[in-house]
């Protein structure tokens, strides 16, 4: 559970870059999100290998 909780967190802290990047179009913002979705991947793997 503590590994979901890393996932909410981390989604939690990258939304006001997102609406930077979409709403005022900060490419920086932008690298900010991408690098973020990435450990979001990352994390998402290691729960799915732990589910099966």
């Given at each position: 559970?503590?590994?979901?909780?890393?996932?909410?967190?981390?989604?939690?802290?990258?939304?006001?870059?997102?609406?930077?990047?979409?709403?005022?179009?900060?490419?920086?913002?932008?690298?900010?999100?991408?690098?973020?979705?990435?450990?979001?991947?990352?994390?998402?793997?290691?729960?799915?290998a732990e589910v099966t």
């Amino acid at each position: 559970m503590e590994k979901f909780s890393k996932v909410k967190a981390a989604v939690a802290a990258i939304e006001a870059d997102v609406e930077k990047f979409y709403n005022a179009g900060n490419a920086a913002a932008g690298t900010r999100v991408r690098k973020a979705m990435q450990d979001l991947k990352v994390l998402a793997q290691e729960i799915r290998a732990e589910v099966t």
